[in-house]
């Protein structure tokens, strides 16, 4: 099982490093992300519930290097749900803030692929975006906006194809993955013994105008799950 584990983490890393060097566009990084996911559940399937539940979980860190909050925050919870894993934002020494991915081994190297291939994503849409506004002004504001309203779509997306998914094992495997791997990382997580606090909204004002346009880029987006019904 260990071989297997070892062998899916490195296909995972190939996928990431290749996916990020490359850049995509979101259809392309949703794909990405369905794929992968794929990956992953097809593992699983070919476990036993008792193999499961002797994996090991870890936590996995992904910097940041920026000290305010960045517009992909608003897809990161989302990440960890698809990913089936828990997911916490802390701060360095520096102050910089990083968020740590806690859970099955698997399931943190397929959230790290996941926030990699999503950042590229909307920083590529962005460039495109911001090209074809003859009088945008390049400022922050703008920018961000743009890059929160896009991150807010693609969290209701992930969160969506995460349901259909979960949806279509039960229906071909008769077996719940979500409910047997939320078992583990709740048992494990509980020996941390954290003391976490829910976050408070930034209070940043956004540009509405590129919030919308933003959104309605990952709107315009439609991915289907890559787990099919049989």
Known sequence: MTTDLDKLKS???ALRAKTVMNGCTEEEALAAASKVAELLDRHDLSLSDLEIREEQCEQSSIATNKKQRQPISAC???????????????????????????????SI???HYVYDVIAVAMQGAWEQYARSQR???YGHDERGSFLFGMAV???????????ERDEAIRISSGRDLVV????????????????L????????????????????????VTINSAVSRK
């Open 135 to 137: 009088f945008i002004r």
């Open 153 to 163: 779509s693609i969290a209701d997306k992930l969160l969506a194809m995460k349901h």
């Open 180 to 195: 047997l791997r939320h078992a583990v990382v709740e048992s494990e997580f509980a020996k941390l013994d954290l003391n």
């Open 197 to 220: 606090r829910r976050g408070r909204a930034s209070g940043k004002k956004v540009a509405a105008g590129a919030f919308e346009a933003g959104h309605a880029a990952g709107q315009a």
């Open 109 to 111: 190297e397929m959230a």
């Open 11 to 13: 296909r995972l890393q």
């Open 76 to 106: 990161v919870p989302a990440i960890a749900e698809f990913c089936d894993c828990k997911v916490w934002r802390e701060k360095d020494e520096a102050g910089r803030i990083r968020y740590v991915f806690f859970g099955l081994r698997p």
